[in-house]
């Protein structure tokens, strides 16, 4: 048993997405989340800008006395986890495999798109893991570096996000039967996404998938919380506004919450 917290980063407020699925898989963990929303979205970043600002995350987390780390956030994942893995003596968990797994699992077609921020999609990881994976599959990526800033200023159920969708996923629409949604922001977009596309096609959310990566773990570690000791309070950090933050957050997991402002 490991009462200690498991850590969550993300570039903003997407990965209250993959949060969201811990409390309902394995509601007895304990959650340490920072966003670092002042300098979000990191999608259109440079490599090195990013892989900068994701070790600050890590690093704040590490303070935090984290037992696992996880990479709410599909470009960091993209750009730095193989580095912080390998740099750092507890599991380091990223979305970008299990999404590709999912994605597998799910297609019928072997046609399978992802969506994801600049950065996700020019680095091409989803598709190598994939065809690593599965090398038959017919991998079709969207750059949508609109989706993580409507997000990211709570306008994910607006008219403009519709239309910003709309537009957007057009060239992707009856080319595939499952899309990965590569960003953790993008399930708070979901219900327009899953509209615009069409009820046939299956939508993978990474973030989700990766909680079953992450139960493994704790099991295989011997980490789990014990079941005997009370939770304490799970503990959120932004970058940016505290009160725009908890506003996406309180709505997205249906409870109220604690959020500081941290300045990294």
């Known amino acids: 048993m490991d009462n200690r917290p498991i850590g969550f980063l993300d570039s903003g ?32 970043r440079p490599a090195e800008q990013i892989r900068e600002y994701t070790w600050e995350l890590v690093n704040f987390l590490l303070t935090k006395n984290v037992k696992m780390i996880v ?21 380091v968990i990223g979305v970008i495999l299990p999404g590709s797994s ?18 996700t999609i020019k680095s091409d990881i989803y598709r190598e893991k994939i065809n690593q994976l599965s090398p038959q599959m017919t991998v079709t990526s969207l750059s949508c570096p609109k989706f993580a800033p409507i ?17 957007t996923l057009a060239p992707l629409v009856g080319k ?31 973030g989700a998938e990766c909680i079953r990566d992450i139960s493994v773990l704790l099991n295989y570690f011997q980490l789990n919380h014990s079941r005997e000791v009370a939770l304490e309070k799970h503990r959120f950090f932004t970058t940016a506004s505290v009160a725009s933050f908890r506003e996406i957050a309180e709505n997205w997991l249906g409870q109220t919450i604690h959020v500081e402002h941290v300045d990294l």
Request: charge should be negative.
């Open 13 to 44: 407020v997407g990965g209250l997405t993959v949060v969201r699925e811990l409390m309902r898989q394995l509601p007895h963990e304990e959650i340490v989340y920072i966003g670092d929303s002042a300098r979000a979205p990191y999608g259109p």
């Open 71 to 91: 990479f709410a956030c599909n470009t960091a994942t993209a750009v730095a986890w193989e580095e912080v893995k390998e740099a750092l003596d507890i599991p």
């Open 102 to 119: 999912a994605a597998i699992k799910s297609t019928t077609s072997g046609k399978i798109g992802v969506i994801g921020t600049p950065m």
């Open 151 to 167: 997000v990211e200023s709570n306008e994910a159920n607006s008219s403009l996000a519709k239309k910003v969708v709309y537009e």
């Open 176 to 206: 595939v039967d499952t899309l990965i949604l590569g960003c953790t922001h993008y399930p708070l977009l979901r219900p327009i996404i899953q509209n615009v596309m069409g009820d046939q096609v299956k939508l993978i959310d990474s």
